[in-house]
C-alpha cells in the first residue's frame, strides 16, 4: 500500500494492512448477502480486498465466528491497534471507541432525540457506531464514512458478517468534503453520531487544513484546530432542525481560543437541547491516548428555549459510565468565555459573578501583562551575594515565582527574607553606559563566555543584555493552579518574571487604596470560583490563565465601595 492511503504508518505496517484485504474478501464472499457483496463497495476498498491474497480457510472460519460472537465488534479494532502503533495512529487520528463510553452515547441520545430516519457515521474506523446503529435502528438509512481504505473494509467485512436486515452505505470519502455536498432530504430526521479522528493540527497536511477551513466556514476558522474540532464545526452549519448531533470528542474546545465562536454557535441554538459531559481527567477512555474526553450531545429543535447542561461522567465498578448534572445555564445572558462547570453555574446578569449583578471587566480600571521575559533567567536573576558589588543602578527588585511563598503581600520585609533564603531576588538591569563599571563590563563577558547572547530573546535585543523595562504591577498572580489561585499584593514593587501574571491598576491616584479590596476579592471564594471559570482546564486537572481572559474577568462594584 502506498504511503499516502494510509499516511504515518511504516512500510511493514502497511504490508499487514494490506494483507487484511484478503480476510475482509474471503468474509465477504461467505458471509455477504451476494457472492457480489465487493462490487457494492467503493472502489478503492474493493480493489484493496481483490488484490490481496486470501488466508487460510481455517482461518477465515474462526474470525467469522469470532466476529458473529458478542464482543466481536473489538476484534478488528484489536488488530488495526496491534498492527499499527499508537504514534503510527496520529496522522489519521485513529483511535476506536470502547463500548462502554458507545452505550453512554447511545442512552444520551435517546432521551433526547426521536428514532432517527438517517445515521451518519463520520470517520467511521472499524464501525463501532456503524454497527449499534444498524442493531438499534433496524429501519433507518446507515451511512459510514471514512478516507481510511483498511478500517471501512473491515467494518464493510465486518457487516457482512453480522448478518443484519440490512447493510451500510459505504463513503470512502474525507468526511469534510463529503458533508459539503451531502443532499440527503432535509425533511428527514438525521442523527450524527461518531467519534472523529483525533488529529492535531501540525498533523493536518496543507489540502486537509484547506478543506477543513472551508467545511468549518466561520465556526472555526483557526489554523490552531484539531481535525475533530473541524468536524464539529462542519458538521453544526449543515443541522437541520430536526437533526441530532452526538459526538466523542477531545475537550480542548471548551476552553481554547479556536473554539470561541462554536461555543458562541451553541449557546445561541438555545431551542435545542445542548449537554456536555465530560470524563474525569487522567480516565482511560483510550488507553493508548493521552486524550482528556468529553461528549457533546446537540438535540433537535424545539418549542421552547432549552438549558445547556454540564454533566461529570464517571464509572461504577461494572464498567458501566453514568452522568451527573453539575451545572446549567438558560443562555439568557452574555456567552461565558469558556465552557466549565464554574462558568455556566454563574448568575451571569450584566455579566455579573455569582451573587453580584453589578460588575464591570478588569480591563476598564488596570492592564494585565505577563512578567518580564529575560531569555536567560540564570543569568539575569541574581541573589543577594551576586549584586552586592554591583552599583545599585544595575539591579531592580525581581520576584522569580510565588511558589512556596505563603504570604499574601510582598513587602520588603518579607522580600529581604527570601534573599537571606538564597532565592535570586534581583533582576539586572543593563544599559551600555554601566559598562564602564569594570564590575558589569565583567559581568557581561561572563555571559557572552556562557553564550547568553545567542539565545534566542537576547539574539533579538540590542543590546543582548538591555532586558525590557516593563510597569510595575499593583497585584501578582501566578496563572497556574490545581485548586487556587495564588494572589499577592505587591507592595514592595518587584518586577515578575513572565512565569508570573501581573494587575497593574490605570488609575495610579487611587491604586494603593483600591489594590488591597481587589485581591481580597481575587483570593476569595466568590474571586477564586470567578478565576477557575475563565480558566482553561488541561488534561491533568490544571486550571490555567490566559492574559486575555484575565483582563475580561468581570469584578463586583462592591470591591470598589461602589453598588449595593
Given amino acids: ?40 463497495w467503493p472502489d478503492a476498498v474493493a480493489a484493496w480486498a481483490k488484490t490481496a491474497p486470501r488466508p487460510p480457510q481455517d482461518l477465515v472460519s474462526r474470525v467469522g465466528s469470532a466476529l458473529k460472537s458478542d464482543d466481536g465488534s473489538a476484534l478488528f479494532a484489536a488488530v488495526y491497534e496491534r498492527i499499527v502503533a499508537g504514534p503510527n495512529r496520529r496522522q489519521l487520528g485513529t483511535f476506536f471507541t470502547p463500548s462502554a463510553v458507545l452505550d453512554f452515547m447511545l442512552t444520551r ?26 442493531y438499534k435502528w433496524p429501519h433507518a438509512s446507515v451511512h459510514a464514512i471514512d478516507v481510511n481504505v483498511v478500517t471501512l473494509g473491515l467494518l464493510a467485512a465486518r457487516c457482512s458478517a453480522m448478518g443484519t436486515s440490512q447493510e451500510p452505505v459505504f463513503h470512502h470519502y474525507d468526511y469534510l468534503d463529503w458533508i459539503q455536498g451531502e443532499d440527503l432530504d432535509k425533511d428527514t430526521r438525521k442523527l450524527v453520531i461518531g467519534n472523529p479522528p483525533y488529529t492535531r493540527h501540525h498533523l493536518m497536511n496543507p489540502a486537509t487544513k484547506r478543506v477543513a477551513k472551508e467545511a468549518s466556514g466561520k465556526l472555526c476558522p483557526s489554523g490552531q484546530a484539531g481535525l475533530s474540532t473541524h468536524f464539529l464545526a462542519a458538521t453544526l452549519r449543515k443541522m437541520k432542525a430536526h437533526d441530532t448531533v452526538c459526538f466523542l470528542l477531545p475537550a480542548n474546545w471548551l476552553e481554547t481560543h479556536y473554539g470561541k465562536h462554536i461555543r458562541e454557535h451553541l449557546w445561541e441554538l438555545n ?19 493521552q486524550v482528556s474526553a468529553m461528549v457533546v450531545l446537540i438535540g433537535p429543535q424545539m418549542k421552547k428555549e432549552q438549558d445547556l ?21 438558560t443562555r439568557a445572558s452574555s456567552v461565558p468565555s469558556v465552557f466549565t462547570p464554574e462558568s455556566l453555574s454563574q448568575k451571569r446578569a450584566n455579566g ?68 537571606k533564603q538564597g532565592v535570586r531576588r534581583w533582576l539586572l538591569r543593563l544599559d551600555e553606559a554601566d559598562l564602564t563599571n569594570p564590575v558589569v563590563a565583567a559581568l557581561v563577558r561572563e555571559g557572552e563566555e556562557k553564550g ?53 491598576l490605570l488609575d495610579r491616584v487611587t491604586a494603593e487604596r483600591v489594590a488591597e479590596p481587589l485581591a481580597l476579592w481575587l483570593r476569595s471564594e466568590d474571586g477564586q470560583n470567578s478565576l477557575r471559570a475563565i480558566a482553561r482546564r488541561h488534561s491533568d486537572g490544571i486550571f490555567k490563565l490566559e492574559p486575555r481572559a484575565l483582563s475580561g474577568l468581570h469584578v463586583p462594584d462592591t470591591v470598589f465601595g461602589l453598588g449595593a
Wanted: aromatic share 8%; with cysteine; net charge neutral.
Fill in 1 to 40: 500500500m502506498a504511503q499516502a492511503m494510509i499516511p504515518g504508518a511504516t512500510l511493514k505496517q502497511r504490508q499487514s494492512l494490506a494483507a487484511l484485504g484478503g480476510l475482509a474478501a474471503a468474509l465477504a464472499e461467505i458471509y455477504g448477502p451476494t457472492p457480489s457483496s465487493l462490487d457494492r
Fill in 109 to 134: 441520545v435517546t432521551s433526547v432525540s426521536p428514532e432517527p430516519d438517517v445515521i451518519i457515521d463520520p470517520g467511521a474506523g472499524v464501525g463501532a457506531f456503524t454497527e449499534a446503529a444498524l
Fill in 271 to 289: 431551542s435545542r437541547p445542548v449537554e456536555i459531559h465530560m470524563f474525569p481527567h487522567g480516565s482511560s477512555v483510550f488507553p493508548n491516548a
Fill in 309 to 329: 447542561l454540564y454533566f461529570q461522567v464517571t464509572q461504577h465498578g461494572s464498567g458501566k459510565y453514568v452522568a451527573e448534572s453539575v451545572a446549567k445555564s
Fill in 352 to 419: 455579573g459573578s455569582k451573587g453580584h449583578p453589578f460588575t464591570r471587566p478588569l480591563s476598564e480600571i488596570a492592564t494585565v501583562r505577563r512578567g518580564v521575559a529575560t531569555g536567560d533567567n540564570k543569568f539575569f536573576l541574581r541573589s543577594d551575594t551576586d549584586v552586592s558589588a554591583l552599583p545599585e543602578a544595575a539591579y531592580v527588585r525581581a520576584l522569580p515565582s510565588l511558589r512556596n511563598i505563603a504570604f499574601d503581600d510582598l513587602t520588603s520585609k518579607q522580600h529581604e527574607g527570601m534573599g
Fill in 452 to 504: 547568553t547572547p545567542e539565545r534566542y530573546l537576547c539574539k533579538v535585543r540590542s543590546p543582548w543584555y538591555a532586558v525590557e523595562e516593563v510597569p510595575i504591577p499593583d497585584i501578582l498572580i501566578a496563572p497556574m493552579s490545581k485548586s487556587n489561585f495564588k494572589v499577592v499584593n505587591n507592595s514592595v514593587g518587584a518586577i515578575p518574571t513572565n512565569s508570573l501574571y501581573g494587575i497593574r
